[in-house]
Nanobody, 120 residues
Framework: QVQLVESGGGSVQAGGSLRLSCAAS????????MAWYRQAPGKQRELVAA???????NYLDSVKDRFTISMDSAKNTLYLQMKNLEPEDTAVYYC??????????????WGQGTQVTVSS
């Protein structure tokens, strides 16, 4: 069974920093992609950052140069380092992993979400 446990959210003032963590228990499954999403009140969930094969990463334009996604493969833990936070970054942040579930199939799993609140 796959489990994701998120931590690291909180409240900060604009310009501050936070680091989110997502510890994944995946057994023997291969992780193909790890990503962070966020959902602000009244808005759709959006992709913030993703890390896939060969360490290729991509970011939401509004967080480029402020957020960094990384993974500790030994611990199967995904991180999102967030700097220069803005009030617009306020949202619930979710980690998502995509694992190989069969020869030609994958499955997605979500963390429980962690609140990030940035005050001006």
């Amino acid at each position: 069974q796959v489990q994701l446990v998120e931590s690291g959210g909180g409240s900060v003032q604009a310009g501050g920093s936070l680091r989110l963590s997502c510890a994944a228990s995946v057994g023997s499954r291969r992780i193909n992609v790890m990503a962070w999403y966020r959902q602000a009140p009244g808005k759709q969930r959006e992709l913030v950052a993703a890390s896939g094969a060969r360490g290729i990463t991509n970011y939401l334009d509004s967080v480029k140069d402020r957020f960094t996604i990384s993974m500790d493969s030994a611990k199967n833990t995904l991180y999102l380092q967030m700097k220069n936070l803005e009030p617009e970054d306020t949202a619930v942040y979710y980690c998502k992993i995509t694992v190989q579930s069969g020869a030609f199939s994958t499955s997605d799993y979500w963390g429980q979400g962690t609140q990030v609140t940035v005050s001006s």
